[in-house]
């Protein structure tokens, strides 16, 4: 059974510019969560979405934004992007709540 | 604040040593501990997982617990391989959610 796939894998964006980024899950998984990951604050969970709802949203400001599919691909938004936004971002996945999640080999955004 | 604290924060051990890395956590309501590892520049690889019913579980070389009522999680790696060097990260979980809170991590080096 295939990963979790992310991309892209890299991106390099300008500050105001904005970006998307994508996520397919495990075939069959329904539950995508994502997480931003900087040297500065580490892993910090910014949404979950489950059967294209979401559950639960971390600490980011509204410039962050996501959406779930039907087919229960992901797509995460950032809009006018700043410097602190340069991250390397993860999607995961599982099948229901409260289950072992999978990661995919993230997005390493640089804003510049 | 939920707060995930991860003792040491980095390690370097020789090859055949066993380890016993540390994760203690602050709300004792958490639904389950995983235990993931991260290879310089990668996404995560999720390693174990135990439920708040659960006091351990063990894969191959690795053995985790789980003790809620003192907030503590340890993860044992027996006979320690230069393969194992990476970081290793522990995340709590919401009951009823796929939110992980993670720790900073613990920085392994295992040197022939």
Request: charged share 15%; net charge positive.
């Amino acid at each position: 059974k295939a990963g979790v796939t992310q991309t892209p894998r890299y991106l390099i964006k300008t500050r105001g510019q904005q970006v998307t980024l994508s996520c397919s899950p495990i075939s069959g998984h329904r539950s995508v969560s994502w997480y931003q990951q900087t040297p500065g604050q580490g892993l910090q969970f910014l949404f979950e979405y489950f059967s294209e709802t979401q559950r639960n949203k971390g600490n980011f400001p509204g410039r962050f934004s996501g959406r779930q599919f039907s087919n229960s691909r992901s797509e995460m938004n950032v809009s006018t992007l700043e410097l602190g936004d340069s991250a390397l971002y993860l999607c995961a996945s599982s099948f229901w709540v409260e289950e072992t999640q999978y990661f995919g080999p993230g997005t390493r955004l640089l804003v510049l | 604040k939920q707060e995930v604290t991860q003792i040491p924060a980095a390690l370097s051990v020789p090859e055949g040593e066993n380890l016993v890395l540390n994760c203690s956590f602050t709300d004792s309501a958490i639904y389950n501990l995983q235990w993931f590892r991260q290879d310089p520049g990668k996404g995560l690889t999720s390693l174990l997982l135990i439920q708040s019913s659960q006091r351990e579980q063990t894969s191959g070389r690795l053995n985790a617990s789980l003790d809620k009522s003192s907030g503590r999680s340890t993860l044992y790696i027996a006979a320690s391989q230069p393969g194992d060097s990476a970081t290793y990260l522990c995340a709590w979980g919401w009951g009823g959610y796929n939110k992980l809170i993670f720790g900073a991590g613990t920085r392994l080096a295992v040197h022939p």
